[in-house]
């Protein structure tokens, strides 16, 4: 059996990054990744990469030939292919930078435990003589997410029935896409496709659109999604889904008044959460716990109930996002050579994003969470058409809201609905985790024309 310092489950990304500190310390690495399309894991493959570069390319096609959609599919099937060329080179690119390394071994197979120290790499699922065991001192779990599928009559026989996973790779544009759960996912799939000109309707079964946003925020986002020609049926419980000659029927009850309504669409996305990926791992073999909500139990180091087996990104439940699995593996690192400080509790607020047209992006409390924690609050709010660079770049819509602390002048939240607010974002995390006041944000001196500036205006008033 090959002995290893640290095996490595799934080349995602806190994973590879991992892998390469590890090798450039000496260490022997072995990397098992269950599929050569996932190699890179789901950002590059099928998720942050491929769904932004859609969306910018659904913000061109919507500009140039709203309303046709013959023209619209063919600029469609031209997007996906400028992203699977994107997504391919990136792909290669990363195992270039893996497999150039001398000390790492990149596996193909699916990994599951046989006890705490052993895995095995099966490389044809179900053919025990395809796989073979590996050892490790050190173990790292970092198999990511899957989506998932909510008990619906109907769900698993359709063909019209696709995942963040698969959508994109249907080459026909939906006339009419239907879309179950409006999280992240389900309205930057919407923004791609009305973009390019489908009708979208989003099912959501909550009475809250974006319950965790700030509400003004939140109700703004969805009136200028309804400009959009993306409608969003609050209250809709999904009962069953039926293929027809030509597409797909959903069944739903409106739950506020139990009205049963049904809705005819081309091709149904369901983009209604994602769940750790643990499926053939057999944790039990090395009695690695895993908690309530499915996901493994870690501690604030991103150990696992077993010291040396460790588990990072979306497996360890919680928040799903890149640079939170990126994170985590700078946390495993810092424990394995440096001063042993940092932990998973250190990075809050974390800032987020969500990449519709335009974007939103929020750090920090709301004005709903900051006024049931008894702060002193003060709140500014800007019209994203007050920033003359939204003006420049033709995209007005939007608004900005910031919550201030008034006895100690910190800045609490904030959330941005306009241009570049993914970008922006991260000046407002800054100067919140360097302890700055809000008038560091009034008094920065910013170029100009830039959104960053709009931060002097939103800032101002306190
Ligand atoms: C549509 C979509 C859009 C997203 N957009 C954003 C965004 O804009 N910004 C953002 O920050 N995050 C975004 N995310 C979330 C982000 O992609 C994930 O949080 C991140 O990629 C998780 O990385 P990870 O390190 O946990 O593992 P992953 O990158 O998911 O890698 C896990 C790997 O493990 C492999 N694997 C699983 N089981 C086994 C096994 N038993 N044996 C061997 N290999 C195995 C898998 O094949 C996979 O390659 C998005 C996700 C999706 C789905």
């Given at each position: 059996?090959?002995?290893?310092?640290?095996?490595?489950?799934?080349?995602?990304?806190?994973?590879?990054?991992?892998?390469?500190?590890?090798?450039?310390?000496?260490?022997?690495?072995?990397?098992?990744?269950?599929?050569?399309?996932?190699?890179?894991?789901?950002?590059?493959?099928?998720?942050?990469?491929?769904?932004?570069?859609?969306?910018?390319?659904?913000?061109?096609?919507?500009?140039?030939?709203?309303?046709?959609?013959?023209?619209?599919?063919?600029?469609?099937?031209?997007?996906?292919?400028?992203?699977?060329?994107?997504?391919?080179?990136?792909?290669?690119?990363?195992?270039?930078?893996?497999?150039?390394?001398?000390?790492?071994?990149?596996?193909?197979?699916?990994?599951?435990?046989?006890?705490?120290?052993?895995?095995?790499?099966?490389?044809?699922?179900?053919?025990?003589?395809?796989?073979?065991?590996?050892?490790?001192?050190?173990?790292?779990?970092?198999?990511?997410?899957?989506?998932?599928?909510?008990?619906?009559?109907?769900?698993?026989?359709?063909?019209?029935?696709?995942?963040?996973?698969?959508?994109?790779?249907?080459?026909?544009?939906?006339?009419?896409?239907?879309?179950?759960?409006?999280?992240?996912?389900?309205?930057?799939?919407?923004?791609?496709?009305?973009?390019?000109?489908?009708?979208?309707?989003?099912?959501?079964?909550?009475?809250r659109?974006l319950p965790k946003a700030d509400r003004e925020i939140a109700e703004y986002?969805?009136?200028?999604?309804?400009?959009?020609?993306?409608?969003?049926?609050?209250?809709?419980?999904?009962?069953?889904?039926?293929?027809?000659?030509?597409?797909?029927?959903?069944?739903?009850?409106?739950?506020?008044?139990?009205?049963?309504?049904?809705?005819?669409?081309?091709?149904?996305?369901?983009?209604?959460?994602?769940?750790?990926?643990?499926?053939?791992?057999?944790?039990?073999?090395?009695?690695?716990?895993?908690?309530?909500?499915?996901?493994?139990?870690?501690?604030?180091?991103?150990?696992?109930?077993?010291?040396?087996?460790?588990?990072?990104?979306?497996?360890?439940?919680?928040?799903?996002?890149?640079?939170?699995?990126?994170?985590?593996?700078?946390?495993?690192?810092?424990?394995?050579?440096?001063?042993?400080?940092?932990?998973?509790?250190?990075?809050n607020p974390v800032p987020y994003?969500?990449?519709?047209?335009?974007?939103m992006a929020h750090i920090g409390l709301t004005e709903e969470d900051a006024v049931k924690r008894g702060y002193p609050i003060k709140i500014s709010r800007l019209?994203?058409?007050?920033?003359?660079?939204?003006?420049?770049?033709?995209?007005?819509?939007?608004m900005l809201k910031a919550i201030v602390n008034t006895d100690t002048e910190k800045i609490l939240g904030c959330s941005l609905f306009?241009?570049?607010?993914?970008?922006?974002i991260?000046?407002v995390a800054?100067a919140i985790k360097?302890g700055q006041k809000s008038s560091?944000l009034r008094?920065?001196?910013?170029?100009?024309?830039?959104?960053?500036?709009?931060l002097?205006?939103l800032f101002?008033a306190f």
């Amino acid at each position: 059996m090959k002995r290893y310092d640290a095996i490595i489950i799934g080349f995602g990304k806190g994973g590879k990054l991992l892998a390469a500190e590890l090798a450039n310390r000496n260490w022997k690495v072995a990397v098992i990744e269950r599929s050569p399309e996932m190699y890179g894991g789901t950002c590059i493959n099928v998720g942050c990469i491929p769904t932004k570069t859609m969306i910018h390319e659904a913000e061109f096609a919507e500009r140039i030939y709203q309303d046709d959609y013959i023209k619209q599919s063919k600029l469609y099937s031209l997007a996906l292919k400028r992203k699977d060329k994107l997504v391919t080179f990136l792909r290669e690119k990363n195992v270039e930078n893996l497999t150039g390394n001398p000390n790492i071994t990149l596996y193909d197979g699916t990994a599951s435990f046989v006890c705490e120290d052993t895995v095995k790499v099966t490389l044809t699922p179900g053919k025990d003589e395809e796989s073979f065991e590996l050892e490790g001192k050190e173990i790292f779990i970092n198999t990511g997410s899957t989506p998932i599928l909510p008990d619906i009559d109907g769900l698993r026989d359709s063909k019209y029935v696709y995942t963040s996973d698969t959508l994109l790779h249907a080459d026909v544009l939906p006339q009419h896409l239907l879309i179950i759960g409006s999280g992240a996912i389900g309205l930057e799939f919407a923004t791609m496709y009305a973009g390019f000109g489908s009708k979208v309707t989003i099912l959501e079964a909550g009475k809250r659109f974006l319950p965790k946003a700030d509400r003004e925020i939140a109700e703004y986002m969805q009136e200028s999604l309804k400009r959009k020609n993306i409608e969003i049926r609050l209250n809709a419980r999904v009962q069953s889904l039926h293929d027809t000659a030509d597409g797909i029927t959903a069944a739903y009850t409106d739950a506020s008044d139990g009205t049963p309504y049904f809705l005819e669409g081309d091709a149904l996305l369901i983009a209604t959460g994602r769940k750790p990926m643990m499926d053939d791992l057999h944790l039990e073999k090395a009695r690695v716990q895993i908690n309530a909500q499915g996901a493994i139990v870690v501690n604030e180091q991103l150990r696992t109930t077993v010291p040396h087996i460790w588990a990072l990104g979306d497996v360890r439940g919680g928040e799903m996002y890149d640079y939170l699995s990126i994170d985590d593996s700078r946390i495993i690192l810092n424990h394995l050579f440096g001063n042993k400080e940092r932990s998973i509790d250190d990075r809050n607020p974390v800032p987020y994003a969500i990449f519709t047209d335009p974007p939103m992006a929020h750090i920090g409390l709301t004005e709903e969470d900051a006024v049931k924690r008894g702060y002193p609050i003060k709140i500014s709010r800007l019209p994203a058409s007050a920033i003359p660079r939204a003006r420049t770049l033709q995209n007005m819509d939007g608004m900005l809201k910031a919550i201030v602390n008034t006895d100690t002048e910190k800045i609490l939240g904030c959330s941005l609905f306009c241009i570049n607010a993914p970008e922006l974002i991260n000046l407002v995390a800054f100067a919140i985790k360097t302890g700055q006041k809000s008038s560091a944000l009034r008094n920065f001196i910013f170029t100009h024309p830039s959104m960053s500036e709009g931060l002097n205006g939103l800032f101002k008033a306190f």
